[in-house]
């Protein structure tokens, strides 16, 4: 009964002998046990290959179903560390760094110029200045920013400025994580961008892309439909009114996985890419308008498969009828349960498939002091036993970007595997970064 739940790991999970001759789960050639004793819990492991085939998919599918040319940023916000910057600069991704702090990130990767975007709705100084300086492409959020680019620009290159598009579509998804919409925070209505069209091209600008993203974690590819329409009809305008063609457009990411079993099966990365490519090429034509740069931005779906959170069950309680697994994580390193009820699944690490069931559901808390740290409610698990490792799938976007100090928690460490060999990407944070800030 467990079995499904395989497939929620990483594209190399494998059940392997380990030290005891039970057999336990292999992600990247690795054996998680043996990762836990070396680098302790909690842990995140993130699988290269699988990061690998998540950006091949997007890549074939826009070669497949886009006629014109196309390209990938990576939402860096869903994970952003050296190692994971360099890996999708190695791809020939473009890094969205929000602000000046991820753009740091990304420098210190040694991603080149022209490979990184910024995005921001309300940048600061900061972020502008190093925006300007540093990134090849600009999203601009808002008129009164773009003013302030005109105010701050010249002397270097200016990087090329796309406009962020607020369509008046969200996604079916958490309210949250829903952008798209009429009052939304993000972007500009049409009017506002064919204003901030025209100031660039009273100010030499270089405005060249529009963008929209009108939420994060949808599941039917089709709501990306509506909004695609209305930055059509906007281009349509924009060529009219304004003389002025998009090079690039960028629908955003927010393309949804499966976090748990009775999320599966999920629709592909290729069915999205193809319902985009589909809408966006049919209605240019309506249009009689060439085809932009088609520039996905997919965070999520990038990342959070090949992640794997792995804790310790401390202590197995029983209260009120209900089985507690207390585990040495929780809402430190994972915020997404209590902050949007994100429903999450687990196996042992050590023979995580053929236990005998038993029929009472287990629950898995951290050790915080807050009953709203809880990681998993009522998940079927067979017996469990103190000090066993359990192993949480789908752990790679947005918690670890998500984690706190909170209760003076550490930050766990990032290993990242390939071919049977464990690269320390980030070490566990120690009590004395707690103090780094302080003034002692
Ligand atoms: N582009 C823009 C402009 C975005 O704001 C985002 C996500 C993305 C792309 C990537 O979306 P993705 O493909 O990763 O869904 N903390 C939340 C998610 C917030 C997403 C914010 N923006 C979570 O834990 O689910």
């Keep these: 009964m467990y079995r499904d739940r395989l497939s929620l790991f990483p594209d190399t999970v494998a059940l392997g002998p380990a030290k005891d001759d039970r057999p336990s789960l292999h992600i990247g050639g690795c054996d998680l046990n043996g990762l836990a004793a070396e680098f302790g819990t909690p ?30 940023t990576y939402a860096g916000k869903a994970c952003m560390n050296v190692t994971i910057a360099r890996l999708m600069a190695a791809h020939g991704l473009l890094l969205d760094c929000t602000g000046v702090g991820e753009l740091h990130i990304a420098r210190a990767a040694g991603v080149p110029r ?3 975007l910024m995005h921001g709705v309300n940048k600061n100084q900061a972020d502008l200045q190093a925006g300007l300086a540093q990134a090849g492409t600009l999203v601009v959020d808002n008129l009164p920013e773009l003013q302030r680019i005109a105010q701050l620009a010249g002397g270097g290159r200016t990087p090329a400025l796309w406009l962020r598009v607020r369509p008046g579509y969200a996604v079916d998804t958490h309210l949250f994580h829903q952008t798209g919409q009429h009052d939304s ?10 204003n901030a069209v025209a100031f660039c091209q009273r100010t030499g600008l270089p405005v060249t892309g529009l963008h929209f993203h009108q939420g994060s974690h949808f599941h039917a590819a089709a709501e990306v439909v509506p909004a695609l329409d209305m930055v059509c009809g906007l281009m349509d305008r924009l060529r009219r009114e304004r003389n002025w063609q998009a090079e690039a457009l960028c629908p955003g990411g927010g393309w949804g996985i499966a976090y748990h079993e009775a999320d599966l099966p999920h629709e592909s990365i ?5 319902t985009v490519a589909a809408a966006l090429t049919e209605k240019l034509s309506s249009y ?3 085809l932009p740069r088609l ?3 997919p965070g999520r779906s990038l990342v959070a498969r090949a992640g794997v959170a792995i804790y310790r069950v401390g202590t197995v309680k029983r209260a009120g009828g209900r089985r507690w697994l207390l585990l040495d994580g929780g809402m430190a390193d994972n915020i997404r349960p209590a902050l949007y009820e994100a429903r ?14 038993i029929s009472e559901n287990a629950w898995l808390a951290g050790p915080y002091c807050e009953s709203g740290d809880l990681l998993i409610e009522d998940l079927p698990l067979p017996e469990i036993e103190m000090g066993e490792l359990l192993a949480v799938p789908v752990s790679g976007a947005y918690q670890l970007m998500m984690a706190s100090n909170y209760n003076g928690a550490l930050r766990p460490a990032v290993v990242m595997l390939r071919d049977g060999v464990a690269r320390l990407a980030q070490r566990r944070e120690t009590v004395d970064d707690l103090l780094l800030r302080d003034i002692v």
């Design 43 to 72: 842990l995140y492991v993130y699988d290269q290959q699988t990061i690998d085939g998540a950006v091949q998919a997007y890549r074939d599918a826009l070669s497949c179903h886009y006629p014109g040319a196309a390209g990938i």
């Design 295 to 297: 520039q996905v931005e």
């Design 270 to 274: 290729e069915e999205y890419v193809a």
């Design 185 to 194: 925070k993000f972007g500009m209505d049409a009017d506002e961008c064919i």
């Design 114 to 116: 022209a490979q990184i």
């Design 288 to 290: 009689s308008l060439p």
């Design 344 to 357: 999450y699944s687990a196996l042992p690490v050590s023979d995580p498939v053929s236990r005998t069931p």
